[in-house]
């Protein structure tokens, strides 16, 4: 279960927009924030000289999700320089390290193992890292502390705008939540999740779009069937994995291929509108 949790969040240049350094007050690990453009400040800095895992995130034309780079270093300051060098997709880092100094190259590979492989499993963003990380040997009691670390940088992580190991499948949810648009031979499931809104895995879209459909729901479309989150099944579209959309109507106009009101067209099973459960 979620409990209260109390995060400071530093803003070392007093911009909101700038570097941000996120901690749990009484966890070992801190999160650093970091712009892309701000790479020469926090190199003024001390917080990166450090052994940590971290995270690259960006957005591609091309991928109809969020994109995320996994890693680990020993100084994680230089290898954030060389990323910046190489990769082009990322414009935010943020790098976890432990505040009393406490991680090893083992603790970071660890980590860098875990991080991967319940990105991968939440499948919330698109996952740059081509090969999985191999799991180091770690000891039982250390990987009893790791694995605590790892549920502080998921709260860190999500805190800062990056869910990175959120899950929304429909497992998550209550039946009573359950959301259903319906609409000539199709069928869909969501939710009204805090970021936005999830159709669910198994449902139905609408093959054709309307002549007035707007061209950012048609291109919308087309990236997600290019990425093959929708593929054609008994002469629609089905959604192969759940996929979180900005808002209800957004979700709804990708169903149905044409603008519509999310608000009113999302009903739960006893036919109460989203705007009825959670705005009226």
Not at 25 to 35: D, I, M, Q, S
Not at 89 to 96: E, K, S, T
Not at 113 to 120: G, L, P, R, S
Not at 125 to 134: G, Y
Request: charged fraction near 25%; hydrophobic fraction near 35%.
């Amino acid at each position: 279960m979620n409990r209260p949790q109390t995060i400071q969040i530093f803003l070392p240049d007093g911009s909101p927009r700038s570097v941000k350094i996120a901690e749990i007050t009484n966890r070992v690990v801190k999160a650093v924030l970091v712009p892309r453009n701000k790479i020469d400040y926090i190199s003024t800095r001390t917080e990166l000289n450090n052994v940590g895992i971290y995270f690259l995130f960006g957005e591609s034309a091309e991928k109809a999700k969020p994109i995320v780079y996994i890693g680990e270093a020993e100084d994680c300051l230089d290898r954030l320089k060389q990323h910046n060098r190489t990769k082009e997709f990322w414009n935010y880092a943020v790098v976890m390290v432990s505040k009393i100094n406490a991680f090893t190259k083992s603790h970071a590979k660890y980590l860098e193992h875990i991080a991967v492989d319940q990105a991968k499993e939440s499948n919330r963003f698109e996952t740059e890292n081509q090969i999985a990380p191999s799991k180091p040997f770690v000891t039982e009691s250390m990987e009893a502390d790791l694995l605590d670390s790892f549920d502080t940088i998921k709260i860190l992580l999500s805190t800062l705008g990056f869910p990175v190991f959120d899950k929304v499948g429909k497992e998550q949810i209550t039946s009573k939540e359950l959301l259903f648009l319906k609409g000539r031979d199709i069928n869909a499931e969501g939710d009204l999740i805090d970021d936005g809104f999830v159709v669910f895995k198994g449902s139905q879209v609408k093959k054709d779009t309307v002549p007035s459909c707007h061209e950012y729901l048609i291109n919308l479309r087309q990236k997600l069937i290019q990425n093959e989150i929708l593929i054609v099944n008994n002469g629609n579209y089905e959604f192969t994995q759940d996929y979180v959309f900005n808002s209800p109507s957004t979700a709804g106009g990708v169903v149905l291929g044409r603008s519509t009101n999310g608000w009113t067209k999302w009903k739960n099973k006893d036919g109460k509108t989203l705007d009825e459960l959670k705005r009226n």
